[in-house]
């Protein structure tokens, strides 16, 4: 079985011994085992939705379904439905079932349950790491560099500081940037505030966790790769909309992933975003994060519900 050991001191390249390690590790996908096959999560950050953060119950999903497998085998995907809202309040009960224990793939099947109800069901299939000669992926965007970048409180702070934001976005921002948010973000190329009213339903981060994960366990950096790949992940589906209409209700439908190449949850991704359609109350999104070197570690997709109300096309910033 899988222990999903946090990482010793001083392992990984260039991370000091001694760093302060990701919250990530230590609380929001740190489970309570209760029995076999059952575990319970609890929550650190909130969004201003007071609904839970799909991210984290996709994050802890994959954490108790990876404590059933053997250390030989790795996620290589995964597919989820958001049934019912998660109330913020209580904990959540992650049930595992072990579906199918194969020479090569295992399937596990887990159940999020609050208030004795299903909120969220998963599935996820793990592989033996098998090499072949056919492989092939797409190249990676050319992009500056994160240290190239501002973070998002700089990048926040710069929108604050110009007098053409009007106070709504204002108030808005500040919302934003009060909430402690285990991700370290940096987006790339930056809209102005013209270029707000006419943007493309596509967008670039750079992302990593906050703090020190190292090297551990193949299998902790990906399920904090799940928290990390619902971070604003919808919202790519507003961008040319959202000059146009406000947000009435927004929410996560499904959410799937697929892991392709080992990499570092702490160390800079490129998050490249696409919406390629929206309609009928929904929209679709894309992603695929990119490892520095060039190789495509993850890629992404969620569908999601989207409710706005009209709202007057002559709105200033």
């Not at 072990?98 to 592989?127: D, E």
């Amino acid at each position: 079985m899988s222990s999903l050991r946090a990482p010793e001191d001083g392992q990984g390249d260039g991370d000091p011994a001694g760093d302060l390690r990701s919250v990530l590790v230590t609380s929001v996908l740190n489970l309570e085992p209760l029995d076999e096959d059952l575990f319970r999560g609890r929550h650190y950050w909130v969004p201003t939705t007071q609904r839970l953060f799909g991210g984290q119950i996709v994050g802890q999903a994959l954490v108790a379904a990876a404590k059933s497998v053997s250390e030989d085998v790795h996620v290589h995907s995964l597919h989820c439905y958001f049934v019912r809202a998660g109330d913020p309040k209580v904990p959540v009960l992650y049930q595992v079932e072990r579906t199918r224990t194969g020479a090569s793939f295992s399937v596990r099947s887990v159940k999020a349950v609050q208030h004795g109800k299903p909120i969220f069901i998963f599935q996820a299939s793990f592989q033996q790491t098998q090499p072949s000669p056919v492989q092939h992926q797409f190249s990676m965007p050319t992009v500056p560099l994160p240290e190239e970048l501002l973070d998002r409180e700089a990048l926040i702070d710069q929108y604050l500081r110009n007098p053409e934001l009007q106070e709504k976005y204002r108030v808005g921002l500040n919302r934003i940037a009060a909430q402690e948010v285990p991700i370290e973000i940096k987006m790339v190329n930056p809209p102005t505030l013209s270029q707000l009213q006419n943007m493309e339903p596509k967008q670039m981060f750079w992302v990593r966790a906050r703090g020190y994960i190292g090297e551990g366990d193949i299998k902790m950096h990906c399920c904090v790769a799940a928290y990390i790949s619902d971070y604003a992940f919808l919202g790519i589906a507003l961008l040319p909309h959202q000059w146009q209409h406000q947000v009435r209700f927004m929410v996560s439908l499904d959410h799937s992933m697929w892991f392709h190449a080992p990499f570092r949850a702490d160390h800079w991704m490129l998050y490249e975003c696409e919406s390629p359609w929206a309609g009928g109350c929904r929209g679709l999104v894309h992603g695929r994060l990119w490892r520095q070197d060039g190789v495509l570690a993850v890629t992404c997709a969620q569908e999601g519900v989207i409710r706005v109300k009209p709202q007057a096309s002559n709105n200033k910033l």
